[in-house]
Nanobody, 115 residues
Framework: QVQLVESGGGLVQAGGSLRLSCVAS????????MGWYRQAPGNQRELVAS???????IYDDSVTGRFTISRDNGQNTVYLQMNNLKPEDSAVYYC?????????WGQGTQVTVSS
């Protein structure tokens, strides 16, 4: 079955950086576009960055220029480098294949940005 294990979150001051990792299993990772999502309290889960199986990346306007998504198909891992973090980036971050065929979520990793 699909398993997604996110890590790398933490508490950081505004302007700081974090690198999130997500190890995936249970599907052919190299064939799937992967996304990083986030959910803040009281908000819906939103897609902030995605990367296709041929390494094309797309970003939500709110993170463009600050976040970078990457993937290592040999390690079944997708990363999210987050720079110049803002308090509004505080949320639980999740990864998942972008396709709606996959509806399994991991436990997420908490990112808290203090002002």
């Amino acid at each position: 079955q699909v398993q997604l294990v996110e890590s790398g979150g933490g508490l950081v001051q505004a302007g700081g950086s974090l690198r999130l990792s997500c190890v995936a299993s249970g599907f052919v990772f190299s064939r799937r576009a992967m996304g990083w999502y986030r959910q803040a309290p009281g908000n819906q889960r939103e897609l902030v960055a995605s990367i296709t199986n041929d390494f094309r990346d797309i970003y939500d306007d709110s993170v463009t220029g600050r976040f970078t998504i990457s993937r290592d198909n040999g390690q079944n891992t997708v990363y999210l480098q987050m720079n110049n973090l803002k308090p509004e980036d505080s949320a639980v971050y999740y990864c998942k294949p972008v396709s709606s065929l996959y509806d399994t979520w991991g436990q997420g990793t908490q990112v808290t940005v203090s002002s």
